[in-house]
Nanobody, 115 residues
Framework: QVQLVVSGGVLVQPGGSLRLSCAAS????????MGWYRQVPDKGRELVAG???????NYADSVKGRFTISRDNAKGMLYLKVNSLKPEETAVYCC?????????WGQGTKVTVPS
């Protein structure tokens, strides 16, 4: 009923930039909270950036000043603008949303930053 589809994962050179997108469809579009997470091998899943339905944002300390999260509730879209990428930020990036205590996950997309 509710699905999140992520796109935008690509190979990016160190210092490069990209934008990830998460498209929501189904019953719930204006989620209470949406966020981007990343999973690195041998490390836990990390919350990179989050945004509330009202537009309040929060970021992991490691990405502050370089990443920007935004959403378009009317279109059911979530975005993550990523600048100055580092090799250690190679990971699978995932979209998460929750609303009224219901949690939804999108599929992961791989962002690769070579050394």
């Amino acid at each position: 009923q509710v699905q999140l589809v992520v796109s935008g994962g690509v190979l990016v050179q160190p210092g490069g930039s990209l934008r990830l997108s998460c498209a929501a469809s189904g019953t719930v579009i204006a989620f209470d909270f949406m966020g981007w997470y990343r999973q690195v091998p041998d490390k836990g899943r990390e919350l990179v950036a989050g945004i509330s339905s009202g537009g309040n944002t929060n970021y992991a300390d490691s990405v502050k000043g370089r990443f920007t999260i935004s959403r378009d509730n009317a279109k059911g879209m979530l975005y993550l603008k990523v600048n100055s990428l580092k090799p250690e930020e190679t990971a699978v990036y995932c979209c998460k949303a929750f609303h009224k205590q219901q949690i939804y996950w999108g599929q992961g997309t791989k962002v690769t930053v070579p050394s």
